[in-house]
C-alpha cells in the first residue's frame, strides 16, 4: 500500500528509496508485558541483526586463515554448541537493543554486549563447531594435548591462575575447565588476528597447542567436513517458555552455581561436625561476629557494593549452617583463610552476575 510517499511490504517500510525494517510491536511493551512474552513469539530475524554483521566478519577471519568451513548459527536462550553438531547457538538478547535492555536489567550482565567482547566468544563458539565438523577430538594427538573429550564435566574447576599450560582468551581461565573448552580457547587465540601468539605465548607449554591448532588449520582447509548437517538444537522459534520462566530458570541456575562454588570454598576454611575438635565454635556463629568486618572487606573489592558484601556473607552463613561446619584452628590464623575464600567468591559472583537472587 502506498501512502504519503511510503511503502509498507510485510513488515518492511521503504522511505524515500531506502528500506527499513519496522520495529516489532514487542518493543514497545513495558517490562512486565515483555516477560509475559512467548519466546518463540518474538519471531527474531537473523539475517540483518548486528550478530549476522559479527558472523560475516567471523567468516572473513576463517577464509584469511585458509579454513573454507562455515559453521552455521542460530538464535537460542543461552551461547553453546553442541556435541556434534557443526554450529552453535546465539542468545536472543543480542537480537534487539530492547531484549539487550531487559538482560542487563534482569541479570546485570549482558554476555557479548560489544563486538570486541561478541568476537571473542564467536571465535570460541568456532572452535566447538569445527571441532565437532572434523571430529578433531577423535585424533590421538589431540587427546594427548587437550584431554580426552569424554571426561566428564564438573559444576567447577579449580583454576589455576599461575599455570602456563592453558591459553587465557575469555577470562577466569576457562580453558581449564575441560578439554574441549581448552581446545575451544586455543582456536579462538588462534584465529583473533593480529594477535601474535608466537611470542605471546613462547615458553609456555600452550604454545605446542596453538602450533596444533595452526598445523590442523593446514590439513583441514584440504578436506571436506564429516559433518554438514545444520541441525539446531534447542532453537528459539520452538521455545514455548516466556521471559519471565526463562529468567526464572536462568536465576536459579545461577544460584544453585554460586552456592557450588561456596560450598567447595568454604570446607576449605571449616571442618565437617565429624572432625571439629570438642568445644569448636559453629561456622555461622564466628561468621556473624565478623559481619561488619567481612563486609567492609568486599566492598572494597573492583565491582562489588553494600548490597553485594551483604549477599555473599549472608550465603555464607547459611551454607555453613546447611553444612554443619565448624571453627577449624585459631581465630588468627582462621581470619586470613575465610576473607581469601569470601574474595574468591565475590570474584565469580561478580564475573557470573550482578547477585540479584529474586526475579
Known amino acids: 500500500m502506498k501512502r504519503g510517499g511510503v511503502v509498507k511490504r510485510g513488515g518492511v517500510v521503504k522511505r524515500g528509496g531506502a528500506m527499513r525494517r519496522r520495529a516489532p510491536a514487542w518493543t514497545r511493551r513495558s517490562d512486565a508485558q515483555l516477560l509475559d512474552t512467548r519466546l518463540c513469539d ?39 554448541s553442541p556435541d556434534g553438531v557443526p554450529g552453535f547457538a546465539v542468545p536472543f538478547y543480542l537480537a534487539h537493543p530492547r531484549l539487550t535492555r531487559l538482560e542487563r536489567k534482569m541479570t546485570g550482565l549482558v554476555e557479548g554486549s560489544n563486538a570486541n567482547w561478541q568476537m571473542r566468544i564467536l571465535r570460541h563458539e568456532a572452535g566447538h563447531a569445527i571441532d565437532s565438523a572434523y571430529r578433531l577430538r577423535r585424533r590421538a594427538r589431540y587427546r594427548a594435548l587437550f ?16 599455570s602456563r599450560h592453558h591459553v587465557q582468551h575469555l577470562g577466569e581461565w576457562y580453558a581449564q575447565a575441560h578439554p574441549t573448552e581448552d ?70 541456575a545461577e544460584r544453585h552455581r554460586h552456592r ?26 564466628l561468621l556473624r561476629g565478623m559481619k ?26 547459611e551454607r555453613c549452617e546447611q553444612l554443619q561446619l565448624y571453627q ?22 561478580i564475573a557470573g552476575s550482578a547477585l540479584r537472587l529474586r526475579l
Open 42 to 80: 518474538l519471531r527474531l530475524p537473523f539475517r540483518g541483526s548486528a550478530v549476522h554483521a559479527h558472523i560475516a566478519r567471523l567468516y572473513r577471519e576463517l577464509a584469511a586463515r585458509g579454513i573454507a568451513f562455515r559453521p552455521h548459527a542460530w538464535w537460542a536462550e543461552e551461547w553453546f
Open 260 to 285: 557450588a562454588l561456596a560450598d567447595r570454598l568454604l570446607r576449605r576454611v571449616f571442618a565437617p561436625a565429624a572432625a571439629a575438635r570438642a568445644g569448636a565454635l559453629p561456622a555461622a556463629t
Open 147 to 162: 584431554g580426552p573429550a569424554s571426561r566428564p564435566y564438573g559444576q567447577q574447576y579449580r583454576a589455576r591462575p599461575a
Open 183 to 252: 581446545f575451544a580457547e586455543t582456536f579462538a587465540v588462534w584465529l583473533q588476528p593480529h594477535s601474535d601468539w608466537r611470542r605471546r605465548y613462547a615458553g609456555w607449554p600452550a604454545r605446542r597447542k596453538l602450533e596444533y591448532v595452526a598445523e590442523l588449520a593446514g590439513e583441514i582447509s584440504r578436506q571436506r567436513p564429516a559433518l554438514r548437517r545444520r541441525e539446531r538444537i534447542e532453537p528459539l522459534a520452538d521455545n514455548t517458555r516466556t521471559l519471565a520462566e526463562h529468567y526464572r530458570r536462568k536465576r536459579r
Open 328 to 349: 577449624r584452628g585459631a581465630r588468627r590464623t582462621l581470619l586470613p583463610r575465610l576473607r581469601a575464600a569470601l574474595v574468591r567468591m565475590a570474584r565469580g559472583y
Open 292 to 317: 561488619a568486618r567481612l563486609r567492609a572487606t568486599l566492598e572494597r573489592l573492583p565491582g562489588a557494593d553494600r548490597y553485594t558484601a551483604r549477599q555473599l556473607v549472608r550465603l555464607a552463613i
